[in-house]
Nanobody
Framework: QVQLVESGGGLVQPGGSLRLSCAIS????????IGWFRQAPGTEREEERE????????????VYADSVKGRFTTSGDNAKSTVDLQMNSLKPEDTAIYYC??????????????????????WGQGTRVTVSS
């Protein structure tokens, strides 16, 4: 059974940093990718989640949303089956629940939709990030 578990969320002041981690289990395939999404307060539907970053274990490709480019960095460790999201220069508008999602067979890249939540197969439960002074 596939399981994704996010960790590392918390409360941070504007300008601060956090590092989120996504631990993947139950799926062994080097063609998979991980997307990072966030859901802002007041939104509920999965399709309303904003894609912020993407990492492919197949070729190491990364993609970032314009809203986080230059501030967020994602990286993966295949041996540990983890993907991290380093978030720097955090802003109040980064406040959200952050999710990692698994694209089992590289569909997101094939469809050129790496930040579209609808192409992902499995989701974690999320970790809350609050940016506030």
């Amino acid at each position: 059974q596939v399981q994704l578990v996010e960790s590392g969320g918390g409360l941070v002041q504007p300008g601060g940093s956090l590092r989120l981690s996504c631990a993947i289990s139950g799926f062994i395939k080097d063609t998979y990718a991980i997307g990072w999404f966030r859901q802002a307060p007041g939104t509920e539907r999965e399709e309303e989640r904003e894609g912020v970053a993407y990492f492919s274990f197949n070729d190491g490709k990364t993609v970032y949303a314009d809203s986080v480019k230059g501030r967020f960095t994602t990286s993966g460790d295949n041996a540990k089956s983890t993907v991290d999201l380093q978030m720097n220069s955090l802003k109040p508008e980064d406040t959200a629940i952050y999710y990692c999602a698994l694209d089992r067979y590289g569909t997101a890249q094939k469809m050129d939709r790496p930040l579209n939540p609808l192409v992902y197969d499995d989701w974690g439960q999320g970790t809350r990030v609050t940016v506030s002074s």
